[in-house]
Structure formats: C-alpha cells, structure tokens
C-alpha cells in the first residue's frame, strides 16, 4: 500500500485534537470562536463530529472558567481531511493567536459509551499505520479522552469530588499533557490527557483521588451520558505548559509557507 492509499481510505474515523491558550490580545477574537462553536466548521469536508469547548483556570478541570484556553476535538472520516483541517485556515488561525497549542492526530483503540447519544467506533488497523508514516521510528505516546453530562440536581455532588482527581492528574508521573475542558460549564465536562504509556495511565485512573471519584460517580448515577476513549496518536506538533512535543504534522511549515506568526509572545499563564 503507498503513503497515498493510507491518507484517502474513508475509515471509522480519525480523530484531531487542537488546544489552544491565547495571547491576551486575541482573547476577544477566541471567545467568538467559542460562541460559533461547530457551526464555524461543519462544511469542511469529512467532518463526522465536532466540539469547540472552553476550560477552567490554567487549562485544568475547574468551576473558574479559563479566558484564555480552548480545545477543539473532531473525528474525520479519513487521514487527508483530518490533515487539511489541521494545516487548513482554521486551525492554523487559531495557532497564530496563540501564546501555546497543541495539534493532535489520532486513531481509536478502544471506546466505551456514547457522546450526543452515538459512540465511537474503533480506527482501523490499516489507517493506524499512518503513524508509521508522519512518524517513523518514533515511540508515540497515548491518549484518553473522558467525557460526562453531569444530572443537574447532582451537580454539587459531582464537583465535591473533581478537584482532587484534577490535582492528582496534574502531578501524576507520566502524564505529559492534560487540560479539562467543557461544553456546558459545570454540567457537561470532558478532560484529554496525554500517557507516557499504558501503565502509567492505569496507575492514575485506578488508584488514588480518581478511582475515588469514577466510584462515586456510578454509585450516586451523577452521569446521565459518558464516554471513555483510549487513543494512539499518529502525529502531533506544538509546545504545551513549556514542553516541546515536537512537530510530526508539518504544522510549523505549513505556516510558515502561510500567513505571518504572532510574535513577542506572552509569557503569563492563565
């Protein structure tokens, strides 16, 4: 199979992941981002689903709202238009306005449950060596994405628990990336995650303040909807919170051959 083939499959879906903290002067043109939400993107072409959702304070799981941080998540129906989106205006518009970001591309390996009432089925093997492509020779880490509409009544209850998981998951050895983020503040909430490896991800979500709070959460039905990914990444570029994840997707060279980059960036972190 060439490179090609790889890139137009249509498959169960490919999923792109961009975060984003904004310099203070484009907090304003990011708010309106957020306010268009999907609507802002639904004719590109291959889009299966989208979210555009805010965060809490400093990027984390918080009922104090971020005016700075915002992520994107979307599944594509195939590698090429996963990777035009991502080197496409859109997101590359929102990389320029950004004091940091983070651009994923990623393959499901595992999923349980549902999001807006439909799951996510798994990637095909035959496109996850995609991967083998945008990075060859590269051990890449793994994602997770956790996603909950939390029972209004059990709101309270809900967030008695959720800052001592967000704490442990902040300092959780091997975790490289994390941000919370929401669609609905306080009821609809979701957290993406980036894993060194398999066991380090297990050691956080079945020990200590989260394995408490999951407990609680099904004891007490505090969801009326969830859903738990596991995800392999095939590429990703950016800095987050000062590290360096490098740049698989070509996305520094896409816009460079494009518009101009923000400079003189902030060094203040909301």
């Known amino acids: 199979m060439t490179t090609l083939d790889l890139v137009n499959t249509d498959v169960s879906g490919v999923v792109v992941v961009v975060l984003v ?10 708010w309106m981002r957020l306010v268009a939400g999907p ?3 639904k004719q590109v072409p291959g889009l299966l689903f989208a979210k555009v959702m805010g965060s809490g304070h400093g990027g984390g799981f918080s009922i104090r709202p971020s005016p700075s941080h915002q992520g994107v998540i979307c599944r594509f129906r195939n590698v090429d238009s996963a990777l035009k989106f991502l080197q496409g205006p859109h ?10 970001s983070w651009c ?9 449950g549902s999001w807006d009432q439909s799951s996510w089925p798994l990637t095909d093997e035959f496109s996850r060596k995609y991967g083998d492509v945008l990075s060859p020779n590269k051990e890449q880490p793994l994602a997770v994405i956790t996603r909950a509409s939390i029972v209004p009544s059990k709101t309270m209850s809900f967030w008695r628990y959720a800052p001592a998981a967000q704490a442990d998951l902040k300092d959780s050895k091997g975790c490289l990336l994390s941000m919370g983020l929401g669609e609905i503040p306080l009821v609809r909430q979701c ?6 490896d398999k066991s380090a991800m297990r050691d956080y979500a079945f020990q200590g ?6 407990t609680a959460a099904y004891r007490n039905d505090f ?5 738990f990914v596991h995800l392999q990444v095939l590429g990703m570029s950016g800095h987050w919170m000062g590290q360096d994840f490098g740049d698989d997707l070509a996305l520094n060279q ?4 494009g518009s101009s980059h923000v400079q003189d960036k902030e060094v203040a972190h909301v």
């Open 21 to 30: 903290d904004y310099l203070r002067q484009y907090r304003s043109w990011g």
């Open 39 to 41: 609507a802002a993107i």
């Open 91 to 100: 997101v590359s518009g929102m990389r320029e306005k950004a004091r940091e």
């Open 104 to 112: 994923g591309l990623l393959a499901v390996t595992s999923a349980r």
């Open 191 to 196: 957290t993406f995650s980036l894993w060194k």
């Open 209 to 214: 303040a989260h394995q408490t709070a999951i």
């Open 223 to 227: 969801f009326s909807e969830s859903m």
């Open 254 to 257: 896409s816009s460079a051959n």
